[in-house]
Nanobody, 124 residues
Framework: QVHLEESGGGLVQAGGSLRLSCAAS????????MGWFRQPPGKEREEVAA????????????SLADSVKGRFTISRDNAKNTVYLQMNSLKPEDTAVYYC?????????????WGQGTQVTVSS
């Protein structure tokens, strides 16, 4: 059974940093694109960052939402079956529940598995 376990959320002041982690189990991690989505209060879920499955590509292919470019970085450690989201210069508008996602596709138009979500709250 596939399981995505997020960690690292919490409360931080504006301008601060957080690092989210997502440990995956029950799937062939290298074969999946991994991503982070978020759902702010009262809004739709949106894609924040994604990183393509590795295959034989040595340099990972990533995508970032315009709203987080220059502030967030996504990375993956295939040896640990883990994907990370480093969030710097956080803003109050980054407040949301952040979800880890796994997809066989790229771009991640179709998500195959979701994590349970972790809350990120940025105070002004």
């Amino acid at each position: 059974q596939v399981h995505l376990e997020e960690s690292g959320g919490g409360l931080v002041q504006a301008g601060g940093s957080l690092r989210l982690s997502c440990a995956a189990s029950g799937l062939t991690f290298n074969s999946y694109s991994m991503g982070w989505f978020r759902q702010p209060p009262g809004k739709e879920r949106e894609e924040v960052a994604a990183i393509r499955w590795s295959g034989f590509i040595t340099s990972p292919i990533t995508s970032l939402a315009d709203s987080v470019k220059g502030r967030f970085t996504i990375s993956r450690d295939n040896a640990k079956n883990t994907v990370y989201l480093q969030m710097n210069s956080l803003k109050p508008e980054d407040t949301a529940v952040y979800y880890c996602a796994a997809s066989r596709s790229w771009p991640m138009y179709q998500v195959d598995y979701w994590g349970q979500g972790t809350q990120v709250t940025v105070s002004s």
